[in-house]
């Protein structure tokens, strides 16, 4: 099963897929697409750390998603995948302007081919006023097309807000 995770910052969308994952009682890989740049992130990343079963395998990769998805998905086994807006910030801040749409139509596609449980995190950034700067109006344009692609092809999708989850796809939780 494909789920997406949608939330504001702080919403309780990493705890709740931590919560499906745990629930799933398949091994799970957490795949990190940040890349703790600063202090701030750095804390972050600890904070989910902590939060994580020692138990959890771990992959850290913040641009080639569809091949780390392709290469450990597999029957029962669950890959939790947080988040895409870091990773969509990743590509977009590269010197190459082709390897977003690359990596994305990547994505896209294996999707259907991807066998066990995905459960994908990203951040609901559209929901405010629209962003004064070029780069930050091309990531929520860019945000969210990959969100009506994905929530397309996932057979459930969570809007989960002040910790609360909204299902707006497929089987409540």
Known sequence: MLQLILGGARSGKSRLAEQ??????????????????????NARVALHRQRRPSHWGLIEEPL?????LRENAAPGRCLLVDCLTLWLTNLL????PQRL?????????CL???????I???????????????????Y????????Q????????????????PLTLKGTAL
Request: glycine share 8%; net charge negative; charged share 25%.
């Open 20 to 41: 499906l994952a745990s629930d799933s009682a398949m091994p799970v890989t957490y795949i990190a697409t940040s890349q703790p740049l600063d202090g701030e992130m």
């Open 64 to 68: 080639e998603l569809a091949r780390v």
């Open 93 to 96: 801040l590269l010197d190459d």
């Open 101 to 109: 749409g690359v990596e994305r139509e990547s994505l896209l596609d």
């Open 112 to 118: 259907a081919s991807l066998p066990g449980e995905i």
């Open 120 to 138: 994908f995190v990203s951040n609901e950034t559209g929901l405010g006023v629209v962003p004064l700067g070029e780069l930050t109006r091309r």
């Open 140 to 147: 929520v344009d860019e945000a969210g097309w990959l969100h």
């Open 149 to 164: 692609a994905l929530a397309e092809r996932c057979q459930r999708v969570v809007l989960t807000v002040a910790g609360l």
